[in-house]
């Protein structure tokens, strides 16, 4: 008889943001799809922490990382304050306002713009002056008209021109190729569904806009007076977007932690203008907590792709008191479904990623902020290791953008995998007895990670820890082990029991490719 591991959450109970108990679920994986359909469970990829806010002397409040490609040059906000380069090198004299939320950036013509939202401000920097931080001051810019409109989160930029939604459902543009100049007329209303506007943002040459019930699309239509935008008519989806960062645009597709009056609170993907969910009720129920719960709970979400793949990954958090405490990280794999992730390294937890880099730096190579400002590389997909340094250093062979070769030594820590399957009772309530317990998975002789000199981790086992529990996940017996280098490792007697749920977990190099765990079964009395 064969389980398979499971390829999304199957939760129990759930409070504020976070599973309680969970039936199944995979931790720190990613998942591969073979050409036959099989589905395999692998270590997530390696991150190593670039830049630590707190040995910085910065801030503890990471609200956005972007690369300019005009300047080749990487900028950070943290709370109130803008940083040149990847590890907080150069201090913009200028200040925004304070603040906890996702900040964003568009590149137009010779500016690069930060929004604001939460603090209803613009604010950008131009070519040639890297290190000078100026406000948008144009008295035609949303929030400096009379009376102030409230920006929507989120912006876009098409055909050179700089769009910003507004709460009251209007969408205004800047002059083309400039950011700083606005005017009183440039502007267009959402026609469709007038409800609250949420998040703006571009989806396959349209900029679309989010509403509380809706989703409208508008192609440049080059008018000659007021917006160039025009709406489509024939295109609205009666789904809305939550009041969160959880927008995350992969090229043309849009993951968004979405909202319809039918159907409640769901995780969509938006590709080619058709809208599907992504989540199970399970995962719908427990954002839908998020959403309409507490108001100190909250979620942002980010991602990455890398060969066709992508990732997104929606935190949820608590706010109190202005400080951000990181629940659970929730990741998407469209290769396979959902898992849940977290940094390994000791003092961190969850994957609060705020945003990655983007730019000319795209992928897993580009570098992300975490809510408390650290910033992080994702660096390997064959490496499971978490690495953390106080020095920019670099082993032989080891290359890294802006790293040079020193004497100190990187730290690594394993990541931890882990594999609840779900119950298994055999169609009948009887007792069964299990015995020769192997785990699915492909041929593995000597594979190992290969880890630079250098690098200062424990040693590693080739052997998976595998538990099981009878009573409905509330304990679990003493833990046995399977050799993954020797095919016929087994474990022989598993006992008897009515209904039973398997644990594997793992920490080290042994590069795994699970697939499912197989057993007999015979039925006892």
Known sequence: LRIPIPTTLDIKTFSSGKTQINRSYTKNVVYNRTADGKVLATQRPGVIVIADASEKGVGAKGRGIYHWQTEDLTYIVNDDTVYAGASYDVTLAQNISSGT????FFEIGDYLVIIDSENNEGWYIQSGATT??????DVDFPPNQTPALTLAKGGAVLNETLYVGCTNGEIWNSSVEDPT???GTDFTTAEVSKDKGIYLTKHNQHVVFF???SIEFFYDASNPTGSPLSVRTDITLDVGASDTHTVWKDDDRLYFLGVSKSSGCNVYALDGFQLSVISSSDISQLFQEVVEGDATTKAFASGFSSGGR???IITTYSLVAGVISPIESYIYDNTGGWTIWSICIP???DFPVVSFSGGSVLGPLSYAILDNGDIIRIYDFNLSVDLNTSADWVADGWVADGWVQGVNSLTGTYINCEFVLPPFDGGTMDYKYASNLKIVRTPQTDYY???????DIPASSNEISVQWSDDDLENYYTAKTINMFE????IRRCGRFRTRQHKLTYAGLMHLEIEAIEFDVEKGM
């Open 181 to 183: 100049a606005w005017a």
């Open 211 to 213: 509403g509380r019930n």
């Open 310 to 312: 992508s990732f997104y």
């Open 449 to 455: 990670d290969i880890v630079p000199g250098g690098i």
């Open 487 to 490: 095919p016929d490792s087994s």
């Open 101 to 104: 939320e996702k900040v964003e």
């Open 347 to 349: 003092e961190y937890c």
């Open 132 to 137: 000078t931080l100026v406000k948008i001051t």
